[in-house]
């Protein structure tokens, strides 16, 4: 079935049943929940070929913003329509929010308690275990030749070695993938075979075209519409509370790191922690890294911790507004204004993006990219295993390389030993993620209850 703007290549009821359930299963930051996607929509419900939703993902890691919620708004454009992507985008991150806005309210009144040092404890180690599994779920689909592996190695050492920026590695690897498009194209029909199996056609199959119109009057109405629903709670809250006030500096703030937040969550959170931190004062470095560690066990995107942060500010800093009141709009205010430019940025360029599709030289070079981004994740997984196992960690300088090392003294064996039981979970048992999180999280509060250290 060829997908219209007029036609639903899905009801929307089922669709949206979909989309509601794959909510509740977006646990272990972009990876897992790309993989999650990939799985029920492309293995599963057969919906979308699996090139097709690569195309849609090699487009989402070139905006700012979260890949995985645009990825969700590509797909249910393409599913059901505008209104498809706006249903599926709001299900992805609506679960994320509900809960770190609940996990934020419990770590203000109670966040110093060892119950809740306990769960926290648990929670990191299952993460680490989950973004592993998600690495090797991606890799296998990313990285079908030899070349496109190495540039995925190569990209893991820019960022892990040589603390390189995201947006020059995902530079050079368009530019490498156009290279092996052109001089080495087994690159991509080695995973057009992969591609082949013995399961029914796709709905969207990969080789037909979207009938969709992209006319300049529907862009221009998709820009109108998005850039009032962006701007309109800022000024209100201007209005409401002064030009001056800790949530308008929020909704201005949280405004601006929305549209440079490329590479995902980690490539923007050291500004926002610097500014948050050390400029605005609405919370404390120590705050910063409890809040990251709430955010990565919950649905939703990993850049649901700018919620943490503002509620926090708020809180800390109400004006004339209650606390508990200045806490929930600001947190309000910051989710909208992080999550409302995904939804322009897809509708407005997916149709021009569909076209291009079977453009030989931008498909060689997203597939480029695609590979770069397993490097990437690798990097975010090798990340989340330093800051769980120890303590402290510290960047050296050997000549140009720049690594993030461990401080060996600070070691954590109650947290070794948990993550070593969460990736036999994960990988030997086959555990669902809600399951090992629970099981992880109940390990922390057992830990903490025998005196062992889960601070």
Known sequence: MTPTPDRDVVPLRTATRAWFLISLQT???????????????????????????????????????????????????????????????????????????????????????????????????AVVAIVAQAVVRVGRTALGHPALVAVAVTGFAALALFAVPFPVVVAAAAGAGWALGRFVPATARVRERDDADDGPAPLIPDDVPHQGTSSARRGLTVLGVGLLAWAAPVVAVAV????????????????????????????????????????????????????????????????????????????????????????????????????????????????????????????????????????????????????TLFADSRVHRFGPLRPDLPELASFRPVAAAITGIALVLVFALRWPMSRVLLTCAGLGVVAALLGLPVA
Do not use: K
Not at 77 to 104: D, E, H, K, Q, Y
């Open 27 to 125: 646990f272990g930051g972009p990876a897992g929940q790309i993989a999650v996607m990939q799985r029920t929509l492309v293995e599963e419900r057969r919906w979308i070929g699996r090139q097709r939703f690569l195309h849609a993902l090699n487009y989402c890691m070139l905006l700012p913003g979260p890949e995985a919620q645009q990825l969700a708004i590509y797909v249910g454009w393409l599913l059901n329509g505008r209104r498809g992507g706006l249903i599926a985008g709001t299900l992805f991150v609506l679960p994320g929010v509900l809960a770190l806005l609940a996990l934020s309210a419990v770590y203000v009144a109670f966040g110093d308690t060892t119950a809740v040092l306990a769960v926290l404890a648990g929670l990191a180690p």
């Open 240 to 387: 409401l509370t002064g030009t001056g006030s800790t949530l308008t500096h929020q909704g201005l703030f949280f405004s601006g790191t929305a549209v440079v937040t490329f590479g995902g969550a980690y490539a923007v959170l050291a500004f926002v922690a610097q500014r948050a931190v050390e400029v605005y004062g609405w919370l404390s470095a120590r705050d910063m890294v409890r809040g990251l560690a709430l955010a990565e066990s919950t649905p939703g995107p990993l850049i649901m911790v700018v919620q943490f942060v503002a509620f926090l500010g708020a809180y800390h800093h109400p004006g004339e507004l209650d606390p508990w009141v200045a806490g929930v709009v600001g947190a309000l205010l910051t989710t909208w204004v992080t999550f409302v430019p995904c939804f322009l940025f897809v509708l407005l360029g997916a149709p021009h993006v569909e076209r291009l599709r079977h453009n030989r030289s931008l498909s060689a070079a997203l597939t480029g990219i695609t590979a770069a981004v397993v490097g990437v994740i690798a990097n975010l997984a090798l990340y989340f295993a330093v800051h």
